[in-house]
């Protein structure tokens, strides 16, 4: 084989190229392991804390739509509690602190919602 051994090094090099996104994964930081500050347990939240880590951007955007489109501003909860659908005066007061709580994940995870196109970083914290 002509060049046998460039043919080599470059399929290898290739290989390590293809794969590193996997390598890196491994090596990288564990998401549950973001260093969010969680509020104070006194209060209730809307859904269970399972449901939150993985649907609250869902959630979020069924809110939307049904306050802005449908004009419904109460969501009943799984447990039966109704809710005020409201980010600023339902999620946010309980989740003051922006770079402590939702900065944090959202870099942690390499998300950039949007949410702050429209509303208000909460007072107190920067972005």
């Known amino acids: 084989m002509y060049n046998a051994k460039a043919v080599t090094i470059g ?3 290739f290989v390590i190229l293809f794969t590193s996104p996997f390598w890196a ?3 990288g ?3 549950t392991e973001s260093g969010i500050t969680l509020p104070a347990r006194e209060k ?6 399972e449901f939150m880590r993985n649907k609250h951007m869902q959630l979020l955007n069924e809110w939307r ?4 489109r449908n004009e419904h501003r109460v969501y009943v909860a799984s447990n039966g ?6 980010l ?8 003051k602190e922006y770079t402590e709580f939702c900065d944090k994940c959202h870099v942690a995870n390499s998300v950039d919602p949007y949410c702050w196109t429209c509303h208000l ?3 107190g914290s920067k972005k």
């Open 11 to 13: 399929i290898i090099i």
């Open 25 to 27: 994964s491994l090596l």
């Open 29 to 31: 930081k564990n998401y």
């Open 44 to 49: 209730e939240c809307v859904e269970s804390a």
């Open 65 to 68: 739509d049904e306050a802005l």
């Open 81 to 86: 509690k109704k809710w005020a659908i409201s």
């Open 88 to 95: 600023q005066n339902t999620c946010l007061k309980c989740h």
């Open 121 to 123: 970083i909460p007072q």
